[in-house]
C-alpha cells in the first residue's frame, strides 16, 4: 500500500519565501535555498515551489534560480508558476525540476497538459486548482493566485485534467489558505473522490490532526506551507503525531518523537520515561553533527 506523502510547499513572492493569507496577504519569510534546505534535512517526503509572481508579471520561470534551488533537494521537486509551453517545462526539468506544476497556463490551453505528458510523461505534469466556495456551496476556480475568477468548478477542472493526461491533481482551497482552521475536507473528498489520480491538498493546516483528517478523506498527499516555518522539528513532529495515529506516512529520520504527547497546538509536549531513556543514551550519527 503507498504511503500517503507529506508535501512542503514554498511560496515565492518577490524572490524570497513568504506566508500565503488567503491570497492576499503575504509575510516574508526568508530565503528559498535555506527553506529547501531546511524541509530536505527534517524530512519531509517532496516539496512544491511556487513562484506567484511569474504569471502575473507575465514573464517566464526562473530557471537559474531553480538549477541552484535544486542543488539543495534531495526529493522529487515540484515548481510552477510563468509556464506558457513545453519548451519551458522541459527547461525546468533540466533545471533539476522532476513535476511542473501548471494553473493558468492548463486553464487558458488545455492541449498544454496534453502535449506536455506526451513529451515528458503524464507523472511529471501537475494540475495546480486554486478553488474558492461560494454561497451556492460550488467551488469555483481560480487563477493568477486567485484574483481571477474562471468559468470553471473544481471538479470539472480535475476530471479535465485528468482525461487530458495529467498525472497528478495539486487542489488548494483558497479559503483556508493561512487559516490554521484546517482543510476544507468537503472540497478535498469530493475531487479525490471524482478522479482517478493522485490528488495532493493544500491550504488550512495549523495542527497535526488536520493532516491526519484530509489523509482519511484518502487523498495522495497531504501539502503544507506556513505550517512548517519557524518551528524546527514541525515535519518530523507532523509525521510522529501522524504514525501514532496509525496514518500510513513514511518516517524515516534518525530522530523521532516516537513516546511523545503533542499538546493543542500540535507541539512536542510530554515525553514518558522510555522515551526520554532513549534520547538520553541515544548515539547521534556522526555524519549529522
Known sequence: MLKTRIVGVIVVKGGIVVQSIGFARYLPVGSVAIAVEYLNRWGIDEIVLL????TAQDRPPQFDAIREYSKFCQVPLTVGGGIKTVA???RLVHS???RIAINAAALENPALIEEGARHLGSQCIVVSIDARRRQNGEYRVYSHSGTRATPYDALT????????????IFLTSIDRDGSKQGYDLDLLGSVAAAVNIPVVVCGGAGH????LEAIGTGVSGVAA???YHYTEHSVIVAKSYLKAAGANVRLDSYVTY????????????KIDDAALDK?????IPEEVI
Open 51 to 54: 513562484d506567484i509572481d511569474a
Open 88 to 90: 519551458d517545462m522541459e
Open 96 to 98: 533539476g525540476a522532476d
Open 157 to 168: 477542472c480535475a476530471k479535465r485534467a485528468e482525461d487530458a493526461g495529467a498525472g497528478e
Open 208 to 211: 497535526p490532526r488536520h493532516l
Open 225 to 227: 506551507a506556513n505550517f
Open 258 to 269: 516516537e513516546g511523545f504527547r503533542f499538546d493543542d497546538d500540535g507541539r512536542a509536549a
Open 279 to 283: 534520547l538520553r543514551f541515544e548515539v
